[in-house]
Nanobody
């Protein structure tokens, strides 16, 4: 069974920084794309950043230049370094990954989410 567990959320003042981590565990043969999404109250879930297995990245326009996604393939872990945080970044942040869990059978997995609150 595959699990994604996020950590690192919390309360921070505007202009501050946080680093989120997403650790994958269980039956894992390889991990493809990993990404971070967020969902604010009353809003749809949106993609924040994504990274391929080879390290290529893509960001939402709203976070470009402030957030950095990275991954450590040896640890099956993805990170989201968030700087210059704004109140509008307040949301539950979810990790997402495409994981080969049974030799060439990929499935999409979600973590349980971690709350990020930015005070003004």
């Amino acid at each position: 069974q595959v699990r994604l567990v996020e950590s690192g959320g919390g309360l921070v003042q505007a202009g501050g920084s946080l680093r989120l981590s997403c650790a994958a565990s269980g039956s894992i043969f390889s991990i493809g794309d990993m990404g971070w999404f967020r969902q604010a109250p009353g809003e749809q879930r949106e993609r924040v950043a994504q990274i391929t297995g080879g390290g290529s990245t893509v960001y939402a326009d709203s976070v470009k230049g402030r957030f950095t996604i990275s991954r450590d393939n040896a640890k099956n872990t993805a990170y989201l370094q968030m700087t210059s945080l704004k109140p509008e970044d307040t949301a539950v942040y979810y990790c997402n990954a495409n994981i080969d869990y049974s030799r060439h059978y990929y499935a999409n997995f979600w973590g349980q989410g971690t709350q990020v609150t930015v005070s003004s």
